[in-house]
């Protein structure tokens, strides 16, 4: 990997901007390509990360297998791009969206997602209507509380999912997001490998009840890189590692020099030398907080201001970021118009607000990336 991109605020980029190093993004994919590749295990980066389609293409040709999305309206617009082979990690209920489904599984290698017999149903009536076969992903909680059913209901609603016409159940997913609140390394291999063991036995008991699954997949960048080599384990779906983000840094996964993308903003007010405000607010930002509460401490606030030590985004409004300072001594001063260069702690949000991102290569801009419209939250 070359030098990551210095002076990343003086980059020629309108505010609140959105900047990508390529040659970081490209070493971040290659490495996670060779940790699935080493593993044994396909690799399906969660591409509601970004949701732009030159990042999705990139991702494909540096040894992604598929790319997984959370919207069919996500979906469509990668087959627009090229992308031949994609998992809506969502459940989706209803016959206009099952009905879309069967027309982009014309066009992909489609994998779709339930986690109840009803929302499958629908799900299958339009494909064998069609003369069709969905294949179905069940949904299993791995501890988060969101979609999914409990490891001990999974059996019974397997193998009832996979007897419905028009069906195909050909795996289980979780997004392992407890892994998040690790507290330290040790926590969060730990927890990682349990998730994967749980899923692998969860696997184990939908087959015994006459139920063949080939996939076991798991999603998340926290800990993808011990999930992959669980045994049994045949799929990860990561999506914020390909960029990284202080969420990322906190947990040890990243650094630095491995995240590739920086929002850019400018001090527009600085009206007492211990507070500021900034152009970048909760429509650049959103208003995360390192996802555990055991770093907040290292990384408080609302993003990671590189440029500017002992300065904090304390509070989010749409258009504007709240500094204030925490350092030592005297504030440093901040006038008006000084760019400042901010690692968001969530990257997904940052994608979703700004939706464009200057790619930078030896510290120059080469090209732009546009990401989805509104059409990619349908």
Known sequence: MSAPTPNWADLPVATPGLVIDLDVL?????????????????????AKTHRMAKAGQLQIARGADGLCVAK????????????????????IFGAVNAGRALALSRRVDLLLATDSVAAAMTVGDAFAAAGQTAQLMLAIDSGLGREGVS?????????????????????????????YSATDRADLERRAVAAGESMVA??????????????????????????AHVPGVTQIRPGIFAFNDVG????????????????????????????ACIDAGSKSL????????????????HGLLVNAPGWVIEKMSEEHGWLRWHGDGEPTPLPVGTRVEIVPNHVCMAF???????????GE???HWDGFGPGASE
């Open 202 to 227: 969860v696997a184990e008991a939908i087959r015994a009840v006459g139920v063949p699954l080939p996939i076991v997949s798991l999603g998340a960048s926290a800990s993808a890189r011990a999930v």
């Open 248 to 275: 990322q840094i906190a947990l040890g996964n990243a650094t630095l020099e491995t995240t590739a993308i920086r929002v850019i903003g400018t001090v527009v007010s600085h009206p007492d030398p211990d507070r």
């Open 365 to 367: 801009i080469r090209d």
């Open 26 to 46: 490209t070493h971040n994919l290659d490495e996670m390509a060779a940790i699935a590749r080493d593993a044994g295990v396909s690799f399906y980066p969660h």
């Open 286 to 301: 959103s208003t995360d907080l390192v996802p555990a509460a055991a770093h907040r401490d290292e990384y408080p606030g």
């Open 352 to 362: 979703a607000m700004l939706r464009r991102a200057a790619i930078v290569q030896d």
């Open 151 to 179: 490891p001990d209901k999974a059996p019974a609603v397997a193998a009832a999912i996979h007897a419905l016409d028009g069906i195909e159940l050909v795996g289980i997913y979780t997004h392992e997001g407890t892994t």
């Open 72 to 91: 069919l309206g996500e979906a469509e617009l990668f087959a627009d791009a090229g992308i031949r082979n994609l998992f809506v990690a969502n459940p």
